[in-house]
């Protein structure tokens, strides 16, 4: 994908007090979802750039025909869906009043995404090949919604930005400045092309249990989607890769069940007739 990013330069976003610096981006919730994050790329321009790149991806699979063309899927993800954003003021408020858009694209492809911003999208190759239920369907959206509420895509790109301008966080930080930086390129590797690291796929994990179990779905199929992804044999070694093996994430789920199995118990009588 290619995004309309602009190219900015350390010196820039200094000068127009743009870096945030060291902070959390959420509310730690039940399950203590927060850590300190680098963040000196403007949320602003993240998020914008992503926007307009989903949209570029919605207009090439409607004129493939490839969008939104399985009605019960797509009553199905919006569904779900609705109920995960309806809990992420637990985590950020100001998330509650985000654009939200959510699609599916026909493919074989098994994958979910939710861009920075609150832009979803779901591949039915997702929900045919693992037979996915509801309870694990909004596992996976749960843990695509964490990323963009975490604003990993925007943590990843100010560590290249400083990478880029051969700055320590502490120089950046200081005032310290070197040339203009593409900023296209950091997008397009990094919302759109490399994984996320391994503590960030990890707090993705566990902010998506607790949002699903305040959603009332049982977060219990979040280590039942795993199972399958193994099954499916995409789960990879890992050594040698950004992502925690699937029995390590099993492993991770299982040990945070006892503190969000009582959030689900208390939800789940609310959407009892509900999908």
Known sequence: MRTGWVSLSLAALLGAGLISGCQSTTYGGATHSSRSQFLMVPSAEVNQSAALAYNKELTKAREAGTLNTNKAYVARVNAISRRLIAQVGVFRPDALSWPWQVNVFQSDEVNAFCMPGGKIGVYSGLIDKLKLTDDELAAVLGHEISHA???????????????????????????????????????????????????????????????????????????????????????????????????????????????????????????????
């Not at 900023?183 to 707090?203: C, I, Q, W």
């Not at 049982?218 to 925690?244: C, F, I, Y």
């Open 149 to 275: 509420l975490r604003e990993h895509s925007r943590e990843q790109m100010s560590q290249e930005v400083a990478k880029q301008e051969g700055l320590s966080i502490v120089g950046a930080l200081a005032g310290l400045s070197g040339g203009a930086i593409d900023l296209a390129n950091v997008a397009s590797k990094f919302v759109f092309t490399l994984p996320f690291s391994r503590t960030m796929e990890s707090e993705a994990d566990i902010m998506g249990l607790e949002l699903m179990a305040r959603a009332g779905y049982n977060p219990e199929a979040a280590v039942d989607v795993w199972r399958k992804m193994e099954q499916l044999g995409k789960s990879g070694a890992e050594l040698l890769s950004t992502h925690p093996s699937s029995a390590t994430r099993i492993q991770d789920l299982q040990s945070h069940l006892p503190q969000v199995m009582p959030l689900y118990e208390a939800a789940k009588n609310k959407y009892r007739s509900t999908p």
